[in-house]
């Protein structure tokens, strides 16, 4: 290109198109803003495309082969045996391609049926001060374009991280995106890593009919969670025939020597010999965790600061260390969850688009609620009693089973059980737990009654529907206080 010809600049180019570009984008261009988003794949990140839509309808699909092996439990004869309940995983896999078409499709259309915003397929990078090149086409066909910016926002996410196994590149493995696309089930599958992606995996490719083993260095899974969930969680996993193997990591994978699909996985311990000290398997999935996707990006000609991970540094705005660029989603680094990453798109229309209806100014001090979508699911909110301890807060916990849930006893899922912190001197909420019978959605109810400013007493007295999952509110203040 000739740096003479005139660059053509935007009020706003985004590059990636996560969960936080489009809405972000669609306020800017309604705003009179001349709006672009530079994406190299495929538009909605990884959410639509190998996140929360797909694996959630795979969940499905798993839960529905569970409850056909177990009808029993309720009393329903299929009139075949438990093993006779066969996966069509080409289907199963079919009807994830048909969500992620949909969503995906939706997603474009957002991104590209907009007035004064422009959808540019490509890598952008930065060259500078606010100047992006776009680079375009494949193999011998590229092309390039720059572009400046009066503001960039960098929504690029981020890809699993891969770690260092010494034989891991000699067999089959896959990462999360990879294992919804094989051709067909393993027989045996090695889970490298016990956090939410793992365990969400490791469940459903066990009801899938597969042997599952999970992998984890720490002494339980879920690592940052109280020790008390973990051990019920593996529980879980267990009683379904899952095997968890923690306190380990990979030393070494060997192929087996009579075919090409098997390999043996070698363990070692911190401490003497683990028990196994080696398993045989066909497929590895790597899900021990995740780093930025900020590989040829431009960063350092920008001036962008990153942490040692690698993310990029953000101030309490969002905004980098070079004036005029802030990061959005996964790429800066903290929690990986799609309601964080539209929550920063809500924090900038904040500061760039009043009036509204939020005046937040920054980021620090929002609720981080989470669910792990295993069954029974696994919902987070506020602090933990780890947390609570290392930061030297005082509470009191309320936990019980949810053997003593009506509703859970009728419908026959009774694993699990949920607690409550809360303040020892006004009963104030400060974090909740629950690892049962839809429990993303009983954490959220708690997460509303703590935006709510509501205590403990509250919950105590409120009037729930019967025979419901929420009345189960009542008794944990109730009877579950610990002593």
């Known amino acids: 290109m000739n740096r003479s010809e005139s660059v053509e600049i935007y009020n706003l180019v985004i590059l990636g198109s996560g969960q936080a570009a489009s809405p972000l984008a669609r306020s800017a261009a309604a705003a009179g803003w001349k709006v672009a988003v530079v994406e190299e794949d495929q538009p909605g990140g990884t959410c639509i495309n190998t996140g929360c839509t797909p694996t959630k309808t795979l969940v499905a699909s798993a839960r529905a082969a569970y409850v056909a092996r177990n009808s029993g439990r309720w009393g329903v004869n299929t009139g075949v045996s438990a093993e006779d309940i066969r996966v069509d995983w080409p289907v199963v896999r079919g009807l ?12 474009l259309k957002g991104l590209t049926g907009t007035d004064g915003l422009e959808y540019i397929e490509g890598h952008g990078e930065l060259a500078g001060s606010r100047e992006i090149k776009i680079t375009s086409g494949r193999g011998g066909n590229l092309s390039s374009r720059r572009i400046k910016a009066e503001r960039i926002v960098l929504d690029v996410g981020g890809h699993p991280l891969i770690p260092d196994i010494p034989g891991l590149d000699s067999v089959k493995w896959v990462d999360s995106a990879g294992l919804q696309k094989i051709e067909k089930l393993p027989r045996h599958l090695i889970v490298l890593g016990g956090g939410y992606i793992g365990l969400e995996f490791g469940q459903m490719f066990r009801r899938f009919g597969c042997d599952v083993s999970i992998i984890h260095r720490g002494e339980h899974l879920l690592s940052r969670e109280d020790e008390d969930i973990a051990r019920e969680m593996e529980k879980i996993l267990q009683d379904e025939g899952v095997q968890v193997i923690t306190g380990v990591h990979p030393s070494g994978i060997t192929p087996a020597v009579e075919n090409n699909e098997g390999f043996t996985l070698t363990l070692e311990a911190a401490t003497g010999i683990p028990e196994p000290d080696s398993i045989t398997a066909d497929l590895v999935l790597v899900a021990t965790g995740r780093s930025p996707k900020t590989e040829n990006l431009g960063l350092d000609s920008a001036g962008i600061q990153t942490d040692k991970r690698g993310f990029i540094s953000v101030n309490d705005s969002l905004e980098t260390s070079a004036e005029g660029i802030w990061a959005v989603g996964d790429c800066k680094g903290g929690p990986a969850f799609t309601h964080i990453a539209y929550d920063d798109y809500r924090l900038l229309r904040d500061l760039w688009f009043p009036p509204s209806s939020s005046r937040r100014t920054g980021i620090s001090g929002r609720p981080v609620p989470y669910t792990v979508f295993t069954n029974p699911q696994f919902g987070r909110i506020g602090l933990s009693e780890k947390d609570a301890a290392a930061a030297g807060i005082e509470v009191e916990v309320y936990s019980i089973p949810f053997a003593w849930v009506a509703r859970a006893l009728e419908a026959g899922e009774t694993a699990g059980f949920m607690k409550i912190l809360a303040s020892p001197t006004d009963g104030h909420i400060l974090g909740a737990a629950v690892l049962g019978m839809e429990g993303g959605e009983l954490a959220t109810m708690i997460q509303l009654a ?23 509110f009542n008794n944990l203040i109730a009877y579950g206080k610990r002593t």
Request: proline letters at 6%; glycine letters at 12%; hydrophobic letters at 40%.
């Open 450 to 472: 703590m935006a709510g400013g509501l205590t403990i007493f509250d919950l105590k007295e409120t009037i729930f529907p019967h025979p419901g999952l929420a009345e189960a």
């Open 96 to 107: 994830r391609d048909k969500i992620v078409d949909d969503f995906r499709s939706g997603s």
